[in-house]
């Protein structure tokens, strides 16, 4: 069993920065791939980005490319959002997530995962 914890999310303008923490508990942690996903109001729940749980690899989607960085700390049970040039597109409350294994190549998908976080609230102001 793995709860996630989400934090960082708030109130900033267009073009700014914001760092989301997912903290984790257990002591298995670095077993486990992580993704962050968002949902904003009358949408449905998508990818974001996703590292693995022994190289480290990490995925985007197309529409943070280049904007948002994941990380891990295993020591630390906490995984990281960096999300920079933030638009008021990026509005949505962001949930991390997590699973033991995962299909190759399916890291966008919610299916893949055991766990997920309550989420917190970013927006965007322009």
């Known amino acids: 069993q793995v709860q996630l914890v989400e934090s960082g999310g708030g109130l900033v303008q267009a073009g700014g920065s914001l760092r989301l923490s997912c903290a984790a508990s257990g002591r298995t942690f670095s077993s486990y791939n992580m993704a962050w996903f968002r949902q904003a109001p009358g949408k449905e729940r998508e990818f974001v980005a996703a590292i693995t749980k022994i190289s480290g690899n990490t995925y985007y989607a197309d529409s943070v490319k280049g904007r948002f960085t994941i990380s891990r700390d295993n020591a630390e049970n906490t995984v990281y959002l960096q999300m920079n040039s933030l638009k008021p597109e990026d509005t949505a409350v962001y949930c991390c997530?997590?699973?033991?294994?995962?299909?190759?190549?399916?890291?966008?998908?919610?299916?893949?995962?055991?766990?997920w976080g309550q989420g917190t609230q970013v927006t965007v102001s322009s």
């Open positions: 997530a997590a699973a033991r294994l995962i299909l190759s190549g399916s890291y966008y998908s919610t299916d893949q995962y055991d766990y």
